[in-house]
């Protein structure tokens, strides 16, 4: 008699694969990582300039490298086993926090001054850039290798609510840990994390390499992976969707001067304002989890999308901790429908060798977006003020939906 776990149905049946465990673990320790970096260089470069277009430059200097090496990294990660690649560049974050340390000591700090640690800071974080150009779309791919196909839907939820879960954590530990225990430490924190990560992505088994056409060449690799998506409607509308409600409706880089100057709550609150869309993310991909969307998820993810823009607009108007701490809560219970409805598309809609390529198209899209949103802000509000800024970005969210309503008529009609 068949175990109920075992069962594709069951939201559990993933979670009995020991390697889907296993990465789960890289998931979660590295992205609470990331999370950490995050929040630690953004709150230092609002401290140390006060501009919120130094602090924009932070997104723009990861973003530029992962968009220029994308469609290259999608032909790397398809003729290179998934595994060791993962294990690799995950292993390279340790050199950058390391960095990220040094420069953070008040001995450094004082011997180069706060100018110097500036340009250290977007060097540094140009350099991660470079490794999350190969590291996010083989993180991607591999996941197909890990679990069987009737899993994938609810492996791709367990990925996101983890993801989402760590996002939370990172976020919030950040805060206290530089309120309370200063940068030295919170940095330490963060090395410890990617050694676990790197110690579980190398614990899986190698994997086979997935596209194994010796003689294609390298821009004929790229090439197909960018007509695979073009012509696969329902991959190219939810990304483009996705690239610019995250382009305008962005609002991350601007926080620290919300949590600073609007709403006045220090580091804490500012931590806690940074992890409030995750927080919402997690809740619904608990739920999702349990409950997992059955029909009309393309008409979803628009209602979703225009969801968020009005969360932004209120975050913007609002001048009460609590009412934008809600707002941002709001728009990750919709941005967290969104991911799931995303990566399922992804994972259903890409065949095995195409996946490296399929994911970096993806990562260009969507991952990168969130930098360039934060430079956007940036220049936005630098142009007409941080409150006009977000206002101006949540507005534009709801044009892209508007504009994705009547121009990609597949998208409403997509259910898996």
């Not at 130094?54 to 003729?79: M, N, Q, R, T």
């Not at 069987?148 to 919030?172: C, D, E, F, M, Q």
């Not at 790197?198 to 007509?227: C, H, M, Y």
Request: hydrophobic share 55%; glycine share 8%; proline share 4%.
């Amino acid at each position: 008699m068949e175990n109920d776990d075992l069962r594709p149905e069951s939201p559990f049946a993933v979670l009995k694969l020991k390697e889907f465990r296993l990465y789960i673990i890289q998931r979660l320790f590295f992205t609470m990582a990331m999370r950490m970096i995050a929040t630690v260089v953004f709150w230092q470069m609002y401290v140390i300039t006060k501009n919120p277009l130094a602090v924009a430059f932070i997104g723009l200097s990861e973003a530029v490298p992962a968009i220029l090496l994308s469609l290259y990294s999608g032909h790397v990660v398809d003729k290179t086993d998934n595994r060791k690649l993962m294990f690799i560049t995950t292993l390279m974050y340790v050199f950058f926090a390391l960095v990220l340390l040094v420069i953070s000591l008040p001995s450094v700090e004082h011997a180069v001054g706060k100018h110097f640690m500036q340009y250290a800071i977007y060097f540094t974080i140009f350099g991660t850039g470079v490794v999350r150009a190969f590291l996010g779309p083989v993180t991607n791919a591999i996941l197909a290798q890990l679990v069987p196909k009737p899993l994938l839907p609810i492996a791709v939820t367990w990925r996101s609510g983890v993801w989402l879960g760590a996002s939370v954590i990172g976020h919030a530990s950040a805060g206290f840990l530089i309120a309370y225990a200063g940068l030295t430490v919170t940095f330490t924190v963060i090395i410890t994390l990617i050694l676990i990560a790197s110690v579980a992505a190398f614990l899986i088994k190698p994997k086979p390499i997935q596209n194994k056409r010796t003689d294609q060449k390298t821009w004929d690799s790229v090439k197909e992976g960018l007509s695979y998506v073009l012509k696969t409607k329902e991959l190219l509308s939810a990304m483009t969707l996705d690239l610019f409600a995250v382009l305008f409706g962005g609002t991350v880089a601007m926080i620290p001067f919300f949590a600073g100057e609007i709403l006045k709550v220090g580091a804490i609150g500012f931590g806690w304002l940074n992890a409030a869309t995750d927080i919402g993310s997690i809740v619904i991909i608990i739920f999702l989890t349990l409950f997992p969307l059955k029909k009309k998820q393309g008409l979803l993810l628009l209602y979703v999308v225009a969801g968020y823009g009005i969360c932004i607009i209120t975050f913007g108007l609002s001048t009460i901790y609590w009412l934008s701490f809600v707002a941002l809560l709001v728009s990750g219970l919709l941005d967290g429908i969104s991911v799931v409805i995303r990566g399922t598309i992804l994972q259903l809609k890409t065949p095995d060798e195409m996946r490296g390529r399929v994911s970096a198209i993806n990562s260009m899209f969507i991952n990168s977006a969130n930098e360039i949103g934060g430079f956007e802000s940036g220049v936005a509000a630098k142009l007409m003020g941080v409150v006009p800024s977000v206002i101006f970005g949540g507005s534009m969210t709801l044009l892209v939906v508007i504009g994705s309503w009547f121009k990609a008529p597949s998208l409403r009609k997509f259910e898996y």
